[in-house]
């Protein structure tokens, strides 16, 4: 790495960003049509979740290892690769004439995802210097953030207009354009190193990490929940795997995951808050449009529930720059506390909400929910990763991106499953459980668990940031990697 080159900043947070947003966009955005997948691919609904399970394992799977990548390969050489199966994969999917291609295509879009988002954060530490690198990460919040939440929206709008195929024939010149201007400004900002693959520690790592995605996956979306053999047999598989990586990593001298960016206060701080705020968004983005589209909910249609997420993303996408700027020049403190104040307010609120609450009261919630989650999750990222010694970025923005899908899985799983044991206690303790006034009163009564469970996530969170302060690089010994 050339310490004082000048980069092109911006053609290569362009071309890095459009790919990622339009991405993350159309991966979310799918998720919102499996119904209609269901019966145009005559498929049950366990099938169709593999297109998300099978995409959350693959990510769950390349995370650990792109801190590894990130060494061995140069920027441009990652890039190309995970342009080109997103482009490949996205083009499949537009085609889509049978389930087996949708899940072929989705693979390979999560390998592009999964390869592209580690690059961007690494990106952003090494052509930054640390006093901007808030605002660039706050951009950098605009993919994380206002693209998943803009998914059910820009689905419901296609869905209900088009058909679902327009979700990635209208992201494919998107991923062609910023992969075109990719080629002409992403340098290799990069030292290619020929790190030793240990292939023990790979296979522990897919096990692990892969195991433990897939089997919480499979619980937040299968009908025996968390009592299934299969997802028994892989949380504890992947968690026994997990144990072994993890030993593993603090005997070898050159570890494929270097566990030592946990030396770092302030490191630890974000991580905890990355993975706070991952699996409130999860929880809340799960059981929000499931409360407001069901039936015995509010009963809105796709499209309806979608514009009501709306203004919420829009607000997201609008501050997470502005949060990073106010980062650079204030600090984490001033922003990640009261963020966190304000998201568990929200969400007290969220638990007092009914079939009779007003729809201007769930945008002005969700608004709020959202407007604090841009305030904490790029400032305590980027000041936590600005503790990180430069020799140490691609394993720190590896061990975020793994545990951020881990969080996910995990909110996902645990929302899903207080959902559904809450509405069939409270049935089992009704005289008229199929009546349709007890149907809505159980619907009720878990959503407001889930956000009850979101909301001590998020005083969990408040109790961590108290402790947070700028990060700057410490001279804490670091085992050399190369």
């Not at 996205?90 to 072929?104: D, K, V």
Request: glycine share 10%; aromatic share 10%.
């Amino acid at each position: 790495m050339e310490i004082n080159k000048q980069y092109n900043t911006r053609g290569i947070m362009a071309s890095l960003l459009i790919c990622g947003f339009v991405g993350i966009l159309s991966e979310n955005a799918l998720n919102i049509a499996l119904s209609n997948l269901m019966e145009v691919f005559r498929i049950s609904a366990a099938t169709a979740q593999w297109l998300t399970t099978g995409f959350l394992l693959v990510l769950g799977i390349l995370s650990p290892i792109s801190g590894l990548l990130l060494q061995r390969f140069s920027t441009r050489q990652l890039f190309i690769c995970a342009l080109s199966s997103s482009i490949i994969g996205t083009g499949i999917a537009a085609i889509g004439l049978n389930f087996e291609m949708l899940m072929a295509a989705r693979v390979l879009q999560a390998i592009g995802i999964g390869l592209l988002m580690p690059l961007i954060f690494n990106t952003v530490l090494v052509v930054y210097p640390q006093e901007k690198r808030g605002a660039a990460m706050g951009t950098v919040g605009l993919v994380y953030m206002f693209a998943p939440a803009l998914g059910p929206t820009v689905a419901g709008v296609i869905i209900q207009y088009l058909s679902w195929h327009f979700i990635f024939w209208l992201s494919l010149p998107f991923l062609v354009i910023g992969f075109l201007v990719g080629l002409k400004y992403v340098e290799n900002v990069t030292a290619v190193t020929k790190l030793r693959i240990d292939l023990l520690s790979v296979t522990l790592s897919t096990l692990g990490f892969g195991g433990v995605v897939f089997g919480l996956s499979m619980a937040g979306e299968g009908s025996e929940g968390w009592t299934s053999p299969v997802v028994l047999t892989s949380i504890i598989v992947g968690f026994v795997a997990l144990c072994l990586f993890i030993l593993r990593q603090i005997w070898m001298k050159q570890p494929l995951l270097n566990l030592h960016v946990f030396q770092y206060p302030m490191y630890i701080v974000g991580v905890i808050m990355v993975v706070a705020c991952m699996m409130i968004f999860m929880s809340t983005m799960i059981i929000l449009p499931m409360y407001l589209q069901n039936k015995n909910g509010l009963g809105l249609s796709t499209l309806a529930a979608g514009l009501m997420l709306l203004p919420g993303s829009a607000f997201n996408g609008i501050l997470a720059p502005r949060m990073g700027s106010w980062y650079d020049k204030y600090g984490p403190k001033w922003l990640v506390i009261p963020g966190v104040a304000i998201m568990a307010v929200m969400l007290w609120f969220f638990t007092g909400i009914s079939n009779a609450s007003s729809l201007a009261l769930i945008v002005v919630l969700h608004i709020g929910l959202m407007i604090g989650s841009s305030m904490v999750l790029m400032p305590a990222q980027t000041n936590g990763l600005n503790q990180l010694p430069p020799e140490l970025y691609p394993h720190g923005t590896a061990v975020i991106s793994t545990l951020q899908q881990v969080a996910g899985a995990i909110g996902t799983a645990v929302s899903v499953s207080i959902l559904s044991g809450s509405i069939n206690r409270c049935l089992q303790s009704s005289t008229a459980p199929t009546g349709p006034a007890e149907m809505a009163k159980a619907m009720t009564f878990g959503s407001h668990n889930v956000f009850l469970y979101a909301m001590v996530i998020a005083l969990i969170g408040f109790i961590t940031a108290l402790f947070i302060r700028r990060g700057k690089v410490n001279q804490v010994e670091v085992p050399s990697t190369n």
